[in-house]
């Protein structure tokens, strides 16, 4: 990625996309439902990770950046860079998605 923004922003895309077609066991999804409120206002989460991830690469805390920033345009939530499905969406068949 570089220091590609445009990079960073297409990642972040594709890294939500993914995660939405092959979301956590419900179990996990309902376990970072529940810590999610805890975990928004966390300055490790909110601005630690971010930081780091900047200190690596300034397109990673880009990256970070346009995960919140496509979340809350689809309407999702997310803990951190983890997606969670919308809230009573199916899951896709399992079948379908082996073909």
Same mark, same amino acid.
């Given at each position: 990625?570089?220091?590609?923004?445009?990079?960073?922003?297409?990642?972040?895309?594709?890294?939500?996309?993914?995660?939405?077609?092959?979301?956590?066991?419900?179990?996990?999804?309902?376990?970072?439902?529940?810590?999610?409120?805890? $975990? +928004?206002?966390?300055? *490790? !989460? #909110?601005?630690?990770?971010?930081?780091? %991830?900047?200190?690596?690469?300034?397109? =990673? &805390?880009?990256?970070?950046?346009?995960?919140?920033?496509?979340?809350?345009?689809?309407? $999702? +939530?997310?803990?951190? *860079? !983890? #997606?969670?499905?919308?809230?009573?969406? %199916?899951?896709?068949?399992?079948?379908? =998605? &082996?073909?």
């Amino acid at each position: 990625m570089s220091e590609d923004l445009t990079a960073a922003q297409e990642l972040a895309r594709t890294w939500i996309d993914q995660q939405l077609a092959d979301p956590l066991p419900d179990d996990v999804v309902s376990a970072l439902r529940g810590v999610q409120p805890l $975990l +928004e206002h966390d300055p *490790v !989460i #909110v601005q630690g990770f971010r930081a780091w %991830a900047g200190s690596i690469n300034p397109a =990673a &805390a880009h990256f970070i950046d346009e995960i919140a920033v496509q979340i809350a345009r689809r309407g $999702l +939530e997310a803990v951190s *860079v !983890i #997606v969670l499905p919308a809230s009573g969406s %199916a899951r896709p068949n399992s079948d379908v =998605a &082996a073909m």
